[in-house]
T-cell receptor
Framework: AQSVTQLGSHVSVSEGALVLLRCNYS??????LFWYVQYPNQGLQLLLK??????LVKGINGFEAEFKKSETSFHLTKPSAHMSDAAEYFC???????????????FGRGTSLIVHP | KAGVTQTPRYLIKTRGQQVTLSCSPI?????VSWYQQTPGQGLQFLFE???????NKGNFPGRFSGRQFSNSRSEMNVSTLELGDSALYLC?????????????FGPGTRLTVL
């Protein structure tokens, strides 16, 4: 069974500053990892995902995340925060699907990113 | 392609009533999952349907049920509503891409139980 811990329910940064949202996971097998963003009154949008291969994954809106197996982490970063990045961010983990592609991801509790002008 | 559609977007019910929520997935997607999102519990998986069959189920009471039609549209039903059922209910339409099941979420239905 997998689990996800997102450190910090709220992260506050100034516009232009580095964004770092932390995610640690536990899984009995090499996991698939995801970051989603949720804007107010909207559903979740996939930012990026790690399945296999390169451990540094680039996503949309300038975000990237690095899979570190030794640290069981998948932290999300962005070099320079923009006001429009203010939203709720969710990390999710799943086990690779069996043939047929069925899996159920486990989501973290979310981190609210606040961007100050 | 059009995105995932959920109807209605907002719903107010009273305790003891029942409710049906609808989800239309992206064309060509055969898997639909449902999630309940609350401030206290976060995102919790309800169930997943694939080709009209429930393939996975979360830890929710039997009051929560769902179904999927031949056109992949899905409905979820909650009977005998309780105050604690107030939540944002999200539907995710899924597709297997390069062996990975990728989910696309709808905007959700905000259910308020009074």
């Amino acid at each position: 069974a997998q689990s996800v811990t997102q450190l910090g329910s709220h992260v506050s940064v100034s516009e232009g500053a580095l964004v770092l949202l932390r995610c640690n996971y536990s899984s009995s097998v090499p996991p698939y990892l995801f970051w989603y963003v949720q804007y107010p009154n909207q559903g979740l949008q996939l930012l990026l995902k790690y399945t296999t291969g390169a451990t540094l994954v680039k996503g949309i809106n300038g975000f990237e995340a690095e899979f570190k197996k030794s640290e069981t982490s998948f932290h999300l970063t962005k070099p320079s925060a923009h006001m429009s990045d203010a939203a709720e961010y969710f990390c999710a983990v799943s086990d690779p699907p069996p043939s047929g592609g069925s899996y159920i991801p486990t989501f973290g509790r979310g981190t609210s990113l606040i961007v100050h002008p | 392609k059009a995105g995932v559609t959920q109807t209605p977007r907002y719903l107010i019910k009273t305790r003891g009533q029942q409710v049906t929520l609808s989800c239309s997935p992206i064309s060509g997607h055969r898997s639909v999952s449902w999630y309940q999102q609350t401030p206290g519990q976060g995102l919790q998986f309800l169930f997943e349907y694939f080709s009209e069959t429930q393939r996975n189920k979360g830890n929710f009471p039997g009051r929560f049920s769902g179904r999927q039609f031949s056109n992949s549209r899905s409905e979820m039903n909650v009977s005998t509503l309780e105050l604690g059922d107030s939540a944002l209910y999200l539907c995710a339409s899924s597709l297997v891409l390069a062996g990975v099941l990728t989910q696309y979420f709808g905007p959700g239905t905000r259910l308020t139980v009074l």
